[in-house]
């Protein structure tokens, strides 16, 4: 098992910044591919972006590419999103989410264990 927690989420001013942070704890975080999904009520859950294992390889969904980026520390457990230029079409229910086997993906039906998400409210 894997518990992820996320924090970082808030209000913001279109143009503004936030920094997205997801702690693992269970089994051993390197292990797993890592990936940040986004969700608006009534809505299905949107691919954000992606990461290998190592950090060496990531992906972003064209609406956040070079706006966002993700990494990870996995000494500290942790993957983070760092999300700069944002935009009102941004807010949402942010969640990280860790992938048992294989390569990262953008899909949520690949991943298992999914952290309760953390609000980000982009104001116009």
């Known amino acids: 098992q894997v518990q992820l927690v996320e924090s970082g989420g808030g209000l913001v001013q279109a143009g503004g910044s936030l920094r997205l942070s997801c702690a693992a704890s269970?089994?051993?975080?390197?292990?797993?591919?890592m990936g940040w999904f986004r969700q608006n009520p009534g809505k299905g859950r949107e691919f954000v972006a992606t990461?290998?294992?190592?950090?060496?390889?990531?992906s972003y969904a064209d609406s956040v590419k070079g706006r966002f980026t993700i990494s990870r520390d996995n000494a500290k457990n942790t993957v983070y999103l760092q999300m700069n230029s944002l935009k009102p079409e941004d807010t949402a229910v942010y969640s990280c989410?860790?992938?048992?086997?294989?390569?990262?993906?953008?899909?949520?039906?690949?991943?298992?264990?999914w952290g309760q998400g953390t609000q980000v409210t982009v104001s116009s």
């Open positions: 989410a860790a992938k048992n086997y294989g390569l990262r993906s953008p899909r949520p039906r690949d991943y298992d264990y």
């Open positions: 990461i290998s294992r190592t950090g060496d390889s990531t």
């Open positions: 269970g089994r051993t975080f390197s292990m797993f591919p």
